[in-house]
């Protein structure tokens, strides 16, 4: 069923350049081999991109979200072949697999309902006051489509954060056609996912810009592919390092654009005194558990726990060690990865953090999980001990006190998520530490772990840079449709020129009309 080739606007292009996917476990060679896009192949794709915009921004919106719709029965029907294929690719289990397929098709299907809800347009309309002085005219705003909008394919969610992943299926949903970079690591998974789009496009009678795929190792390719001309924002997940570079290949264009880079988070963990004396063991198993959870390689990976020196923490501590010896160790996603997670737990240690314990050996592409200790002056003193180690580690600070937690907050950069674990009586002292936590962080967890993200209408997975390149935006939820979105004021168009959701009478669709909110 594979080509090896790339999607450009309905034609599956091969390249004289190849390059070949690999096993994630021992790294043996998959076929077939894979075609490099070209400068040609980026340029066509952005071409058929800008040529379909238009048309596609102007699909009712019940036709765009049966789009959305279809495209998620199309990967739904790829069945079994999908999932082996990304396990053999990914080295993530197939439960795991399984469920994030589930993600994706419920992340599409979800935005086509926020289509059909028409609320994401933000419709105002303010009537013309012609006797006043002076006249003020009538004004109609709506939200139109940026345009054509590139994505980068994410290394650990090989469909959720892929090519239909959340920023896909949000750029589709606000109208705005999409070229995808792929990531080098599945591609095998991403063309099974491109056929199916363009199995739905053909089905939907889309034209076929709206959607390509372009694969590649070079660098070049998402450099070129940011300053095309006829690309209108960028969404990114991905190292900080790589997102960084496509926000300054961006901001040099003649016209700059928007990146929507998420990036580098430690997400960290509260664990206030009342809690922990009441709970210190059942905290330490839940811990171990999910920073370990899919070899750590998740952007929600806690890998900063704070607590207050006191015994429950010590039996916390002596809890984790012991949790941490019977977790396997677990194949990451690529060489590079694990060959990157060697090196940071290697600098953790070289600051001078203590080993609290490690999980169990592997083979060399796997990853073994490793908690340290450091007090929270040494902590505060060595600014490299909070820097992200993507994997399943994790540095658990033991302050002096809950002014010693509040000052290392207040020192931390942005954060996807961070998290009180609390009890009633711990509430006090958690209310002082909140808008610290609201500053540095997109959510703020109760009493929970951060891995997971739910895909919903109040989910932010974003935050303060440089957990994300613009902290107003989330990569998932309904809210993620804003990025790709800008507002368009109409002053004194005639009725016969208007949109039709902006004309006068009932509507479907909640307005503010005059100012106030209505129907």
Not at 7 to 34: H, I, M, N, Y
Not at 476 to 486: C, K, N, P, S
């Amino acid at each position: 069923m594979l080509t090896g080739n790339n999607l450009v606007a309905g034609e599956w292009r091969s390249g004289a350049s190849t390059f070949t996917a690999v096993t994630a476990a021992g790294g043996a060679p998959l076929e077939p081999a894979f075609a490099q896009a070209s400068a040609a192949d980026i340029a066509d794709a952005c071409a058929a991109a800008a040529a379909a915009q238009a048309a596609f921004a102007a699909l009712p919106l019940p036709e765009r979200a049966a789009f959305l719709r279809l495209i998620a029965d199309k990967i739904d029907a790829l069945g079994d072949i999908l999932t082996q294929r990304a396990m053999a690719e990914s080295g993530l289990p197939e439960a795991r697999l399984n469920g994030e397929r589930g993600r994706t098709v419920g992340q599409l299907r979800l935005f086509a309902d926020e289509v059909e809800n028409g609320g994401w347009q933000g419709l105002r309309i303010d009537h013309a006051m012609p006797d006043r002085t002076p006249p003020k005219p009538d004004l109609r705003m709506r939200k139109v489509p940026l345009g054509p909008v590139a994505v980068f394919g994410a290394s650990n969610f090989p469909l959720a954060f892929s090519v239909a992943g959340g920023d896909t299926a949000s750029a589709l949903a606000a109208g705005c056609c999409v070229v995808v970079k792929g990531h080098p690591a599945h591609p095998g998974t991403s063309e099974l996912v491109a056929g199916a789009i363009l199995a739905a496009i053909r089905e939907a009678g889309m034209p076929e810009g709206v959607f390509s795929l372009l694969n590649g190792t070079d660098y070049t390719l998402g450099e070129a592919l940011v300053k095309d001309p006829r690309i209108a924002a960028v969404g990114f997940t991905g190292s900080r390092a790589g997102g960084l570079a496509l926000v300054n290949h961006a901001a040099a264009r003649p016209v700059p654009i928007p990146v929507y880079a998420e990036m580098s988070s430690v997400n960290p963990v509260v664990l206030m005194p009342h809690r922990m004396a009441e709970a210190a063991e059942a905290l330490a198993a839940a811990y171990a558990g999910s920073l370990s959870l899919g070899a750590g390689q998740f952007c929600t990976n806690p890998g900063i726990v704070l607590a207050v020196e006191s015994e429950a923490t010590t039996r916390f501590i002596a809890a984790v060690g012991e949790a941490l010896g019977g977790i396997p160790a677990q194949t990451m996603l690529t060489a590079g990865i694990q060959s990157a997670y060697a090196k940071g737990i290697a600098a953790i240690a070289a600051h001078g953090a203590a080993l609290v314990g490690k999980g169990a050996e592997g083979a060399g592409d796997c990853g073994q999980a490793h908690v340290y200790t450091v007090s929270g002056a040494d902590f505060r003193a060595n600014p490299a001990l909070g820097d992200e180690v993507f994997g399943p580690s994790s540095i658990i600070v033991v302050c002096a006190d809950l002014a010693e937690v509040a000052a290392i907050l207040e020192g931390m950069e942005g954060q996807l998520t961070a998290t009180l674990h609390m009890a009633s009586d711990d509430y006090p002292a958690a209310r002082t530490l909140l808008p610290i936590l609201e500053g540095r962080a997109g959510r703020i967890i109760a009493n929970a772990w951060p891995t997971g993200v739910e895909v919903t209408h109040a989910m932010v997975h974003g935050g303060p840079f440089p957990a994300t390149s613009d902290g107003r935006s989330t990569s998932v939820g309904t809210l993620a449709i804003d990025r790709f979105l800008r507002p368009v004021s109409y002053q004194d168009l005639p009725a016969a020129l208007l949109p039709k959701a902006l004309l006068d009478g009932p509507s479907a669709v909640l307005r503010r009309v005059d100012g106030r909110f209505q129907a």
